[in-house]
Each structure stands twice: as C-alpha cells, then as structure tokens.
C-alpha cells in the first residue's frame, strides 16, 4: 500500500530486499544464469533487464497466453530466454538485433536454455525487418528494447500488427532520467512512443528503476 512518502517517490524497495524477492520469485535456472552473465564474460554492455522485470515479462506473457511475441534488442539472449519460458510448446519468439556478435551468442544462449526450437533471432536493423516479420502476425506480444531513437517507430509498427488485447511493453520508459529533456531527440522519440502508445492502447508506465511501458491493444 502506498503511503505519503511511496506516492511521492521514496522507495522502500533496499538492495537487500530486492535481493531477498528475486531469489524467492524470479531464481535463475541453469539457461538464465548463462545468459544473465554472457554480456559480462563477453565484452558486452551488462544492460539486459533486471531479474525481476525479466520473471515480470514471463509472467505477463503467461497471463495473456501468448504464442506470438516479437522482441526489439536481443543482447546476450536473457529476456528473450524469459519470455520463451512463458511460451507453449508451438509457440514462437522472433527477436530482432543489430550486432551480430550479440546475436551468435544470444543463439548459443537460447539453445543451452533448450528454446531453440522457440526463438528465431534476426540480425540486422530491426527496421529493415520489420516489412517481412510483420506478414507473420497478428502478435501477442512486443517487447521494445533496442535502439532509443527508434521507439516511436517500434512502437507505431506493435500498433499495427498486435491482435487486440496484445501487449506493448517498453523498457527505459524513464529514458535514463532525460525523458522530459528539451533538444534531446531521442527523448523526443522516447515521449512520442509514450504519445502514440496511449493511443492504440490503454496504457500504464509500470515504475521499475527504468520505468517499463505496458499497453494492452485496443
Ligand atoms: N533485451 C535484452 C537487452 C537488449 S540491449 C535483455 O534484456 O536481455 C539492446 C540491444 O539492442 C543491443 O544488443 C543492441 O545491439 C541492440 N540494437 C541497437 N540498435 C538496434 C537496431 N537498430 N536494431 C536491432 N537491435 C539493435
Ligand atoms: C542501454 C540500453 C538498455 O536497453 C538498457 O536497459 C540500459 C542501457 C544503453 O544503450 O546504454
Ligand atoms: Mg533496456
């Protein structure tokens, strides 16, 4: 429950507790903990989601039954491992990654996990993919976490090819703290993926350190 200090912004939410939480919710199996320390070992930035906003993302995609989910910016393959958990067996992940370093390791990753058969990774701009992936939906589900700049983009092309009651979600909602920063285009970008969402979807900014957009389609 909330109190006057919560709504205002303080957080209860110490190192230790959240530590506690995980552990309990959100433990890693063998194929997570591979691929939540793969960007470290690797030379890779360490910016995969949070333990707790991963098991968020299984368990959002559980709730939805999704079969069809589409990620934006793979890395080393642990988000989308998460989100593969929550899929049945004939369901199927597509996640789109620019470098492809990132994604020859995401795939070693998914395949240790035993989700091979579930994620497909695309190399390349996720843009230039989106023409020939979009023929593949109506999706359940998308996930937005590559390039900032391109957000609103990202977020126009969920609109049109998730099935109503599909979802949106976005991390770096708070866009590092700059979301609100004047002459600062990818914040720009970033206020207008908020902007357009609330359009197509009923939406709510979910407050993880990084914020994570969450839309059901209209
Ligand atoms: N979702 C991952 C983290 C993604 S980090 C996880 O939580 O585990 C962002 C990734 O987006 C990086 O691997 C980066 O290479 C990729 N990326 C950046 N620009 C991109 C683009 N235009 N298209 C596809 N991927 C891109
Ligand atoms: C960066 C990207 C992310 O998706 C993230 O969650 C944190 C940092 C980055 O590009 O620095
Ligand atoms: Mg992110």
Avoid at 102 to 127: C, K, M, S, W
Avoid at 145 to 164: E, F, Q
Avoid at 180 to 191: I, Q
């Amino acid at each position: 429950m909330a109190d006057a200090d919560s709504r205002t912004g303080a957080r209860y939410a110490t190192s230790e507790i959240v530590h506690w939480l995980d552990q309990l919710h959100a433990a890693h199996d063998a194929g997570l903990e591979r691929a939540f320390l793969a960007p470290g070992l690797n030379g890779m930035p360490a910016i995969q989601v949070g333990i707790g906003e991963g098991k968020l993302l299984t368990v959002l995609l559980k709730m939805i039954g999704a079969k069809k989910v589409v990620e934006f910016g793979t890395l080393a393959g642990y988000s989308a491992i998460r989100m593969a958990q929550a899929l049945p067996k004939d369901g199927h992940l597509w996640s789109l990654e620019f470098d492809a370093k990132h994604a020859a390791i995401a795939r070693a990753n998914v395949e240790a996990a035993g989700l091979g058969d579930q994620v497909t990774i695309l190399v390349g701009p996720a843009l230039d993919a989106l023409p020939a992936l979009g023929q593949l939906g109506p999706f359940d589900a998308v996930f937005v976490d590559a390039d900032k700049g391109n957000y609103d983009r990202y977020g126009t092309w969920a609109a049109m090819v998730l099935r109503p009651g599909g979802l949106l979600l976005g991390d770096n909602a708070y866009y590092f703290g700059n979301l609100l920063e004047a002459d600062n285009k990818d914040a720009a970008a970033m206020r207008r993926f908020h902007e357009q969402a609330k359009q197509a979807f009923d939406t709510v900014c979910i407050p993880t350190p990084d914020g994570l957009l969450l839309g059901i389609k209209k």
